[in-house]
Structures are given as C-alpha cells and as structure tokens.
C-alpha cells in the first residue's frame, strides 16, 4: 500500500471556487508528497459526478471519500455531500452526520478543526471564494497548531466573503493571488526523490 | 441553529479519560466510537454545559440522570424519511420481488434514532402489499429519541424534505397518504404504525436477539472504528436468515470485513448485500 501522507493539503471553498479547484488540480506535478483534500459546498439532492469527470480530464484517480478510507500521500480527495468530513488520529477519514455547521454539511470548519488536532503543523490549508464565513473558525484552531493558513485574495475572488472572513482571522493568515497558489500547487509540493507507485 | 462560540477543547488524551469513566460508572462503552467525531461531541457537551473537563468526569460520576443524558447527547441522532431516495427505488425494484418470496418477514431498523427509516420502510412494504405479514424492530441505543419515534409526530417544517425525498423515490403516490397533519405537526398514520416495535439495543454491546429478512443499518457505523465495525457486521451476520438483506449507509466502507465473504453484494454502491451461506 502507498505510504500516509507526510503533509495533508486542505482546500475549502464555496460559491465561485470550482474553477480555481480545477486550475489547481491541472497544475499538479504528477507525483507529489501530499494528500490534498478539497471539501466544496454542494447540494446533496443532486447526486455530482465531481470526481469521475475530473479523473477522466486528469487522467488520475481522485477519489470521493468513504468512512474510514486511508489518507494516502500523492492523493486526491473530495469530501462527499451531505456529510461531514473529519480525519482521525490513525491517518483515515471518518464521515458524520451531526447537524450542518454554518449551514454546511460538509463544514469546512469541522473538517480544518479535525485536521489541526491530527496534523498540527504538516497541513497547509487554503480558503477560496464562498458565501459564507465557514472556515473562518477552522482557521482559528489550524492557526493554534501550527498550520500555515492561505486565502484566495478576497479581491480576485468571485465571492469574497469567505476569504475575507479567513483572512481576518489571524495576522498570520497569508492571502494569495491566482499566480501564487497556482505556483504553490505546481512547484512547492514535489520531492527531491521522485517515486514511483 | 447558531453556532456557540468554541470554548473547549480536549485532547485525544482527555477524551480516552472520558471513555474510561464512563465505562467504569455505567453500561455505556464507547471505547470503540470513531474518535474525531466522538471528541466533537463532547466538545459540544463542553460548551452547552459551559463545563471543563474535570466538571464532566465529576458529573458522570456523582450526579444522577447526567450518565444518561450524557449519552444521548454524544450519539448523533440525524435521520430524515426516505434519506438517499436512490437507495429506496433500488428497494423497491430489486430487493421487494425477493422479500414477496418469504411468507413472514422480520426487518431490524438498527440504530433508527428517531424512526422515520423505520416508518419509510413500512410504508415502502405497505405500497408493495408486504406490510401485513412484516413486522418491523427499530432499535437504538438512545431511550429519549424512541419515545419520540413512538410518537411518530415530526413537525410539518420537516415534510417538505421528506416529502421531496419521497417524491423522488415514487411519484405516483402521495406521502400525504400516510400521515394525518395537525397544527404544526404530522402524525404517522396508525396502519402504518401498526407493525412496528421500538426498543433498546446497543449495537456495541448487546448480542442477537431475533432473526430477520432484511437489516438496515444506515449511518451508524460510521461512528464507529473497524474493530467495532467488524463486532457490528458479525452481528448482523448472525442475526440474518439466509439470502436475507443487509442495508448500510451509502459512504460506509466494509469491503475489508473477512465475513463478507459470506454475502453477495448486490449494489456496492448504495451497500446492499444478501447473505448466501
């Protein structure tokens, strides 16, 4: 089996942040030393087909997540709707379906809260475009442990509010424009020794 | 509901603390719940409560009725009617013909909250005119949430996602059908209600007590680790006639337990499963 990953990646996102996600996701260097794990605003009733029209365009597999699946490193995940998404001490993801947290499930907050009580400071975490402040206290408990915290530039992104709310978090938390994360994601996630599945 | 402001925070330590305590004072043993989603439960509980961590051992130790409480408020108790309306149609077309074939069926709702999965299934068997020669056990660990699936009253706020939900399983007929409404409330109608019985039962703890034709168990086993998982899946196992029906919930993962060998899968994606041998 492929080794857990060293350094968990975060994204969440609401209304606006689709298309960045797929620009992010086409400027991955074919192997990296991270799992990344986007969790997305999304309606439930409608059953998306997210992941299996991506790994078709990317020609790689990125998976929905399932309770208790492995988090991997050179891996991509989706958090599933109508759950929320958590990470447990043994490195595997476990899903929930307690009440929506500001309205969402999946809430970004419980999702970045979980990963800042596993992976402390091995998480970058990164907040894009959305409706609404969901994030905001997850940055608060990432920022506690250690964790790197990004925003989409609330300028550039479609809806700012929750970038904004991200950013007001904390002095420590580093917003980015489009050239920068899509830097980010195509350069600082390589490795030196290149390995092979 | 608003968000209380996050004001306690434990650590994986501390939440084994509690584990133990609990265990040492009561029947409850959660030792084998998934651990990031039980440590935000107690957080939860913390904050309500506005208590730290030694005001909740001292309470699950000394004060009467908390123990309880306690575990009512830990357990996520989230369910809706006709929730996942794919998994309800894949019931009607391939699993109902099956089930027509026993001349009494026997159905176990595990961990039913508070029970309108339990109701959705009755009246899935009554518009297959199996309901009459079914009876349905819906358990849960939670004594508070069955008085309430007794009752079958929701509040009329809450149709309109079952109904929608409902809408999308079957079209043809109204969800209306069943329940009578009233102020702002909806009573399950009493020939639905008929063949049910609610009662306690710990999936963790407790052993078989019935044998059954068809067994969900939707969303519950995500809170629980693979140990427990195992313990649950061998449970439903033995507790299953043969070519009877095992239901889990959509996102669960139990590929890896040994004893599915011993089941054929039916759909993998919405985890319905007949037990062969």
């Given amino acids: 089996m492929k080794p857990t990953a060293p350094l968990l990646v975060a994204i969440g996102g609401s209304a606006g942040a689709y298309e960045l996600v797929v620009a992010i996701l086409e400027n991955l260097p074919t192997y990296f030393d991270a799992a990344i794990v986007i969790v997305l605003h999304r309606n439930s009733k409608y059953e998306t087909r997210i992941e299996s029209s991506l790994s078709d365009r990317f020609g790689r597999e990125i998976r929905a997540i399932r309770d208790k699946m492995p988090i991997l490193t050179n891996e991509i995940y989706f958090a599933p709707p109508g759950y929320h998404t958590l990470v447990e001490p043994d490195f595997i993801f476990s899903l929930d379906v307690s009440d929506p947290v500001q309205y969402s499930r999946p809430s970004i907050d419980v999702f970045f809260e979980s990963v800042a009580d596993v992976y402390q400071d091995r998480c970058v975490a990164l907040l894009l475009s959305g409706a609404n402040k969901d994030g905001a206290n997850g940055f608060r408990a990432l920022i506690r442990h250690g964790a790197s915290c990004y925003v989409q530039q609330p300028g550039e992104a479609l809806i700012s509010t929750m970038p904004q709310a991200g950013l007001d978090v904390h002095s420590k938390v580093v917003p980015w424009n489009h050239q920068e994360i899509i830097n980010f994601f195509r350069n600082n996630l390589k490795t030196e020794t290149h390995e092979n599945d | 509901m608003a968000q209380l402001k996050k004001i306690t925070e434990i650590s994986f330590e501390q939440l084994q603390e509690i584990v133990v305590v609990l265990k040492n004072v009561s029947d409850y043993d959660l030792s084998g719940y998934t651990r990031s989603s039980l440590k935000r439960r107690v957080e939860r509980i913390l904050n309500l409560e506005q208590m730290d961590i030694v005001d909740l051992k001292n309470a699950l130790i000394n004060t009467e009725g908390f123990k309880q409480y306690f575990v009512e408020e830990v357990t996520v108790n989230v369910t809706a009617m006709f929730r996942d309306p794919a998994f309800f149609n894949k019931l009607a077309t391939d699993i109902i013909p099956y089930l027509q074939t026993f001349p009494r069926l026997k159905a176990w709702c595990a961990g039913c909250s508070t029970g309108e999965e339990v109701y959705s299934i009755a009246i899935l068997l009554q518009e297959n005119k199996l309901y009459e020669r079914t009876f349905i056990y819906g358990t849960d660990v939670n004594s508070k949430v069955l008085e309430i699936a007794r009752r079958g009253i929701y509040p009329l706020s809450k149709l309109k996602e079952y109904t929608d939900n409902f809408n999308t399983y079957n079209s043809k007929e109204s969800l209306s059908t069943y329940y009578t409404a009233g102020y702002d409330g909806a009573i399950i109608n009493h020939?639905?209600?008929?063949n049910i019985l609610f009662s306690t039962h710990n999936l963790a703890t407790d052993h078989v007590f019935n044998e059954f034709h068809l067994i969900l168990c939707r969303n519950?086993?995500?809170?629980?680790?693979?140990?427990?998982?195992?313990?649950?899946?061998?449970?439903?196992?033995?507790?299953?006639?043969l070519f009877g029906f095992?239901?889990?919930?959509?996102?669960e993962t139990i590929l890896r337990q040994p004893v599915l060998d011993n089941f054929k899968v039916i759909d993998k994606e919405l985890n319905i499963y007949q037990k062969i041998r």
């Avoid at chain 2, 519950?220 to 006639?241: C, G, K, P, T, W």
């Avoid at chain 2, 095992?246 to 996102?251: A, D, E, F, H, P």
């Fill in chain 2, 220 to 241: 519950v086993l995500i809170y629980f680790d693979m140990e427990l998982q195992e313990r649950v899946i061998n449970l439903f196992y033995e507790s299953l006639a």
């Fill in chain 2, 191 to 194: 020939d639905v209600r008929q």
């Fill in chain 2, 246 to 251: 095992l239901c889990l919930g959509t996102k």
